[in-house]
């Protein structure tokens, strides 16, 4: 009996009319997923039968186009119905499919005893660990916020979220906030991560979501078990007042079994809790007051405050982070008449201030000004704007569009800088912000006996504008409570004031000294709606009176 002997010749391709021809790529799947290789040929090669070799030590024939209808479960599936390329897709990827793969075409020779194998495309593939699935806890009546990070090589593509076994719903903006019902989508490009919101809870949201980035031919994603829970010891919706400049506490409940980072959020316009602060920053102050009860404390209150916070617990995985929210406040602000201003910012020259403006989120993307004096008025000194960079090396500007928060910085102060600040946006102000300035190394001290008098000579810094004198720990406390004299009101009781203008001095006289007068006083004088200040100690004993 003859047997027949089939010799097989491998060549690669050699014509040059294909662009694709001898093309070696690499391509990148993840554990799991599903990915489709694209073999271009030439025309040619349209009525020859299409093969994929896998290379390991020699080559193994893997399939060919000639095979028989292919079921959709099959690891590998075949087509070449497309024009003048074929295509092949390996399901379920597993670390022992990486390796090379070669694309080729087989012609028989004229006994068919020889068949020639032309490969025209070579594919390094490489496989990475799996994105996982990630089990998510969240509570009926409350919302759930779900970080999911991408690969950074796909933090710009296009990103979905597949709600239970429904179809992929496309996040269709980047950077801006798209919904579909209460299911909320943000695809920030700049982190490579896609946001998800979910609100108002119920038990038909349990079940299997995922947050997935499209890539070449296929799509990868994190797969989310949510579980709702059904809790009734969390604080029911509550309401706070606060007054700027003060401090104020709320109270978070968290599950007793969570022992995680803890977070309290701030709603949006959309009613999305977007803007995360945690344990971690500095924002807020955490403090475990009781087992599952957490006390926040918000110090120095100002008008950006005022809104609906929720209290939250998170969780981290490798590609995930979510945040459970549990409880909410409302933080309304006081609108006691005597408050007109921000408490005032008291520096010494040569000092550094932080000036913050908080706007609303509907300015993010407006230009922010700050100004001495009220803006868009005559006599307003226009300081600096939120587009301006390196203009003035003393000055620099930061706009947190998250946080809503435009920070001018003001460094190496000078008596001058003293005055009333303003910021604003468009036709929107906020309250304006006054910036006292305490003159540097510049001290006058004084000492006297109990029953003599005290004569303290106060220079002006600027141009004689209004002068006064008073008593108090701080310059700030002193203009508010501090019993005083002034170019205005000239004599109180033991004080008395004389301005002498053409010695660029005014001078403050007290008599009948006791003493409880010993202490720290503070020569003032008004500049730009604010004060500048020369620090000022008198001590009253037995002594003679000294000046230094």
Known sequence: MRVAIITIIITI?????SSSCGTSVIRTAYKGQTITFHCEYDHTFQTQTKVLYRVNGNPVHVLNSSQSSQSSEEKFIQSDSQKYHFTVTIRNISAADAGVYLCGVERYGPSHTITHITFIKEIHLNVSGQITSVQVQAYISKSVFITCKFPQEFKGNKKFIQIHSSQKIPVDGQNQWVHHDKVHMYDDTREGVLKVFISDLTAADEGTYRCGVNIADDHLFTEVTLTVNQVDHFNASSKSAAIIGESMNLTCNYPEKHETIKHICKENNEKICQNISSSEKNRFEFSDSAAGVVRVSISNVS????????????????????VSLTNNHELILSNKPQ?????????REGDSAEIKCPYNANYSK??????KGKC????ALKIIQSEDHDKNPKISVKDDTELNLFTVTMTELRAEDAGKYWCAVKDAFDLPIELMIIMKDVLVTRKAS????ASISCKYIKNQNQCFFCRGDQPNICVKDGVRVSSKNRINGRFSLTDETSAGVFTVNISNLRAEDSGKYWCAEEHSGSFIFTEVYLHVNGGKILFH
């Open 13 to 17: 391709c050699l014509i040059s009319a």
């Open 303 to 322: 008008l950006r405050d005022a809104g609906v916070y929720w209290c939250g617990a998170e969780t981290r995985h490798t590609h995930l982070t979510s």
């Open 339 to 347: 408050l007109t201003s921000m408490p005032p910012l008291v520096r």
């Open 366 to 371: 407006e230009v922010k000004h700050l100004c």
């Open 376 to 379: 868009f008025t005559q006599d």
């Open 450 to 453: 109990v029953g003599g008098s």
